[in-house]
Structure formats: C-alpha cells, structure tokens
C-alpha cells in the first residue's frame, strides 16, 4: 500500500507551547487528509477533514484556532496545536486518501503528544 | 460523526484458535474497512469490503458484511501470537470518504 509518514512520532512540549505535527504522503498525491485524535485505550474520533487548497473542516466539538489545520500541497498537511495544555496530551494520526471512487485512506504512524 | 460498535471488547485466544470480531453500525455505507493497530503504533489497513459484497478473503482473514443487518464481522483463522493487537472497523456513509471508527476489539493471542 501507499506510505503516508507521520512526524514526529513523539513529542514532549511545556504548557503553553506550540506544537507542529507534519502528515506527508510519500508515494501518491493526497487530495484529502484527516487528523484524528486517539485518547488511551479508546479510539479514533475524527478532529477534521482538509482538501489541498482549502480551509479545514473540523468536527463538532474540535476548535479551529487551537488545532490548526494546514494543507498547502498535495503531499503534506500539518496539524499545529497551539497554547498546548496537559489535557491536550494524546496520541494523533493522519491519514491521507488521493483522488477517485473507493480509494482507501492510508494511516500515517501516529504522535504521542505529552504536555507537561 | 456516529461511531460504530464492537463487540467484544476484548478477547484472549489461544494460538491457532479462531477470532472472531463483530462490528455493527448505523447508518448507510459506501464500504466497510478492518484496520489493526498495535499498541501506540498507526493503522494498518486489513481489507475492505463494499457495500454490495457479502463476504471477502485475504489470507487468514474473512470479512462478511450483512447491510441489512448493519453488521459486518472479522474472522481470523489459525491465530497466531504476532496478531495480538487491537482492530478496529471503519466505515463511510454514502457519498462520504470520512471514516467512522469502532470502538475496537483488542485481542491477546497467547501462545
């Protein structure tokens, strides 16, 4: 299947800082890409939907200005959470989809955030 | 976005039993997808099914669906230690490529 890379895969950030997470597809252009969050022994609930060249999409429930959502080319999307608080501590994926009917989503590796 | 149930929840096998893993849903689909993921790793895609197949194979793995019972199960014959790891069922509404997520099944093969 395609690779999509995920980076970094471990994060350890203050309070109050600003952490960058990129999504890239290495092999295939991704039209589409989706970040979700997984809380510990839970699973993933989608935090938004992002198109090459356009604004986000977030779900209800998943601030705009704290977890911001870049997806300037086709191969990479980044996922910035600002002001970051412990409580934001989880582990985050991306996935990426390119164009056409039934094309699956491939998973990036995922990041372990800790905010302490 | 609705999530998807999973039952069970967990489950330990021995090696070379059989797993079986029930996801049910409730909306409309365009296709029904088996992911496995390993503790604090990323997903990987198992297999796929669409909504107009009932059943499909790959490898040791079988997946049925039943859309008019909104379920669909994953079966993964001769289990072996390495499959230890937690799955998950996701699926997309019609006219939609976002993914909704079970909430997994995690299973311990011991051996």
């Known amino acids: 299947g395609a690779v999509v890379s995920q980076h970094p895969s471990r994060v350890i950030c203050k309070s109050g800082t600003s952490v960058k997470i990129e999504c890239r597809s290495l092999?295939?252009?991704?039209?589409?890409m989706f970040w979700y969050r997984q809380f510990p022994k839970q699973s993933l609930m989608l935090m938004a939907t992002?198109?090459?060249?356009?604004?986000?999409?977030?779900e209800q429930g998943v601030e705009k200005d704290k977890f911001l959502i870049n997806h300037a080319s086709l191969t990479l999307s980044t996922l910035t959470v600002t002001s970051a608080h412990p409580e934001d501590s989880s582990f985050y994926i991306c996935?990426?989809?390119?164009?056409?009917?039934?094309?699956?989503?491939?998973f990036g590796q995922g990041t372990r955030l800790t905010v302490v | 976005s609705q999530q998807g149930e999973e039952d069970p929840q967990a489950l330990s096998i021995q090696e070379g039993e059989n797993a079986t893993m029930n996801c049910s849903y409730k909306?409309?689909?365009?296709?029904l997808q088996w992911y496995r993921q390993n503790s604090g790793r990323g997903l990987v895609h198992l297999i796929l099914?669409?909504?107009?197949?009932r059943e499909k194979h790959s490898g040791r793995l079988r997946v049925t669906l039943d859309t008019s019972k909104k379920s669909s199960s994953l079966l993964i014959t001769a289990s072996r230690a390495a499959d230890t790891a937690s799955y998950f069922c996701?699926?997309?509404?019609?006219?939609?490529?976002?993914?909704?997520f079970g909430k997994g099944t995690k299973l311990s093969v011991i051996p």
């Open positions: 099914i669409r909504s107009n197949e």
């Open positions: 992002s198109n090459e060249g356009s604004k986000a999409t977030y």
């Open positions: 996701a699926f997309s509404g019609a006219g939609s490529y976002q993914l909704t």
């Open positions: 996935s990426a989809r390119g164009s056409g009917g039934h094309t699956e989503a491939f």
């Open positions: 909306t409309s689909i365009n296709n």
């Open positions: 092999d295939f252009q991704a039209t589409t």
